[in-house]
Each structure stands twice: as structure tokens, then as C-alpha cells.
């Protein structure tokens, strides 16, 4: 079996500076406010309707990337999913590989600004009233995957996310009229996977835990199954447990349904 991660849609995003319409300065027309408004919208979704997504949280000097509880609180299903730690440089490879000869790969680690203290409105990409009138939307989608676009509009975001400190990888295929799903092989990248501390795994059940319902059962196979993969392929795994704030990593047993 080959294990896969996908590529998500940049339209798909939390951050309203990615998902909501971007700003354009288009200096030559005396447009009126909702006709800029409808262009920069149908731009702004033709153009990131063929850019693909990954993302991930970094390790730094001072923490490593698991060692986020509200992370794992926004992104875990609140402590009941699984953290999967990857090498950057194998993980990097494998992208490569797969994608670069069907479009391009840009791989940078995210800025983040304060629209109060750093916030520059010139780094807006000017657009021009032939694009407008052309819907050359090409050519723009072409000129805001260079500097000093790319950056400010695909990887900086406001600072109140800056403690995800995220590295992002970006695709944009080279046919700017496609829309389908892409898939990296990971297996060699990754290194570790840790179960929440609530993961319902089985062997780990405990019946006065009212975060247990009705797919319980579905989702003890999930984890079961993913434990499985992990011993087929000598990945090391472990159970997060936090110690007054503090997390820990204990074995998992193997156990089947």
C-alpha cells in the first residue's frame, strides 16, 4: 500500500485573507466601488481555484510542532485525532517529484504582520484596464506568482496565527483550466504519528468518557487501522499525554477488535 496525503484547496482555507476576494489597484480606471468589487472577485477565484495547499506547523528553537494544545484543540477534533511528524526534506522531495512536471512548487515558511505597525498596501498588485476589459486572467495569475506578489498574498497572514509558525507548500498547475485532486506519496517522509490523548483506540476506552457516542466503534477501526499501517511499515507511534500542560508520549498497545 502506498500512503498518500492530498492537496487541499487554497479556497478552502480558515483565514479570510485567503478565502475572501483580494484587493487589486487598478490606477487607470475610474471604476466605480461595486465594479471593482465584482472584478477583483472573479479574479481573485479563477486564480486560486488552480493553486493546491499543504500546510504545516514548524518546529522552532523554543517548541516543537505537537507541542500545541490548541492545535490540537482547532485541528484534532479536539484531542481525538492524530498528528502525523514528517521530514521536511524527504516530505519536499516527494512533492517535487510528483508535481514539477505538471506545474510549479513554491515552498516558504509563512510571514506574519500586524496591520497596525507593518501592514503595506503597495505590496496590492496593480492590474491593468486592458486585463479588466480582456478578462486576461492569465497573465495576472501568471505575474502574482512572482515576487513580490507571491508573498504578499500567499504566504503572509495577519499575526494572530503566528503561533502556528506554518510552512505552506503551494501548487499551481501549469493548465490553468483544470480542477482535480493531487496526491504525494508520503511514506518514506513520515517519521512519527501521535494519537490525541482522547483518541477512543481500543484498549484505551473509558465508559464514564462523555465525549463517547454513536460512531465510536466506526472511529476505534479508524485508529486501529492506522496503528496497523504503522506497524506494517515500522513507523513509530505514541499516545500524547498531557501532564499538567506539559505533553508526554506513552506505547500504545496493538490490540484488535
Keep these: ?28 480606471i475610474n471604476a466605480t466601488h461595486d465594479f471593482q468589487l465584482l472584478h477583483e472577485r472573479e479574479i481573485s477565484d479563477r486564480i486560486k481555484r488552480n493553486i493546491g495547499s499543504l500546510s504545516f506547523a514548524r518546529d522552532t528553537n523554543t517548541i516543537e510542532g505537537y507541542y500545541r494544545p490548541r492545535m490540537w ?49 503597495r ?54 483550466t483544470a480542477e482535480r485532486e493531487y496526491f504525494i506519496p508520503c511514506l518514506d517522509a513520515i517519521e512519527t504519528v501521535l494519537f490525541g490523548v482522547d483518541c477512543p483506540y481500543h484498549g484505551a476506552l473509558d465508559p464514564n468518557n462523555d465525549r463517547m457516542n454513536e460512531d465510536t466503534s466506526y472511529r476505534i477501526a479508524q485508529y486501529n487501522h492506522i496503528i496497523a499501517l504503522c506497524e506494517e511499515h515500522s513507523i513509530d507511534y505514541h499516545r500524547v499525554r498531557w501532564t499538567n500542560g506539559v505533553p508526554e508520549t506513552d506505547p500504545i498497545p496493538i490490540a484488535v477488535l
Design 1 to 28: 500500500m502506498t500512503l498518500r496525503i492530498s492537496l487541499g484547496s487554497f479556497l478552502s482555507a480558515n483565514d479570510p485573507r485567503e478565502t475572501k476576494y483580494w484587493h487589486f489597484d487598478v490606477p487607470e
Design 123 to 176: 505590496g496590492c498588485m496593480n492590474i491593468t484596464r486592458d486585463d479588466i476589459i480582456q478578462e486576461n486572467v492569465n497573465v495576472i495569475a501568471e505575474q502574482i506568482m512572482e515576487e513580490p506578489y507571491r508573498t504578499f498574498y500567499f504566504f503572509r497572514k495577519h499575526i494572530d496565527w503566528q503561533d502556528e509558525t506554518e510552512f505552506r507548500v503551494l501548487f499551481k498547475i501549469n493548465d490553468n
Design 73 to 121: 484543540a482547532q485541528y484534532a477534533e479536539n484531542h481525538t485525532g492524530v498528528c502525523i511528524i514528517f521530514n521536511r526534506d524527504r516530505l519536499l522531495s516527494s512533492i517535487h517529484r510528483t508535481l514539477n512536471p505538471i506545474g510549479r512548487v513554491y515552498a516558504e515558511n509563512i510571514e506574519y504582520f500586524s496591520p497596525e505597525r507593518d501592514f503595506d498596501p
